[in-house]
């Protein structure tokens, strides 16, 4: 009877074991689903407002993902032809798929910021690579006369939260975007030495490990007034 009821009871636990894994597995993969279903909505309604907006006269780009996205550039910079191009959750290969339109304006300038979110998707370094030269290829065909900046990729705080990507392979990326800008004649923008401390993103510019506060992105601006600019206003 004993044994019987050991059984029995090995059985059950064994059963609701069960039902608890595949609930969480259930659950876990519909929050994904879900998360995607969001971003990528989110990514269409930006690129189809993009599509919408006139073109200017010797505007410039802030072109990229998340972290793009979140900046005011125009009041940061303290111009009103730069324009923010920046959407959340973009990789390398969506700024292939939306460089035209943002070429189609001849802008003066491109600041690029792209590649973090790849890394944090754990994609080849290789790949992403590929998807950088692509979009440097469609600026320099479409319009030569635009200066582009292309942006280091900022360091991570681990401490405060984020753990998707190490500052190690971040810091392999930038050099990679390096090397690039001396093949295409773009201009490379070191902003990780300005963002880094004792090897992590300075816990003084964000809350979270990876997103910026305040503080960062008026950091991130001095950088670029103090690398880009000639005469009070960012270089054409």
């Known amino acids: 009877m004993k044994k019987k009821i050991f059984y029995l009871s090995l059985i059950t636990n ?14 876990k993969n519909a929050s994904q689903s879900d998360r995607t279903t969001t971003r990528k909505a989110h990514q269409e309604r930006r690129k189809e407002l993009f599509e919408i907006l006139s073109n200017q006269k010797n505007e410039v780009v802030m072109l990229g993902d998340g972290l793009i996205e979140e900046g005011n550039w125009s009041e940061l910079l303290q111009n009103p032809k730069v324009h923010n191009r920046g959407i959340r959750g973009d990789g390398t290969a969506d700024i292939v798929k939306r460089i035209r339109e943002v070429v189609e304006a001849q802008p003066a300038a491109i600041y690029l910021y792209i590649g973090g979110e790849d890394l944090t998707n754990g994609l080849n370094p290789i790949e992403i690579l590929q998807g950088y030269e692509k979009i440097l290829t469609e600026i320099k065909i479409s319009s030569p006369a635009t200066r582009i900046w292309a942006q280091s990729i900022l360091p991570t705080n681990f401490v405060k939260g984020e753990r998707t990507r190490d500052n190690a392979s971040v810091q392999a990326f930038n050099q990679k975007i390096e090397a690039l800008c001396a093949r295409f004649g773009a201009k490379y923008l070191n902003l990780y030495n300005s963002f880094v401390l004792d090897n992590q993103l300075n816990g003084n510019y964000t809350n979270d490990g990876l997103h910026l506060n305040a503080k960062g992105y008026q950091v991130w601006a001095k950088v670029i007034q103090q690398n880009t600019l000639s005469g009070g206003t960012i270089q054409n």
């Open 14 to 27: 064994v059963v609701l074991a069960l039902v608890l894994f595949s609930s969480y597995y259930f659950l």
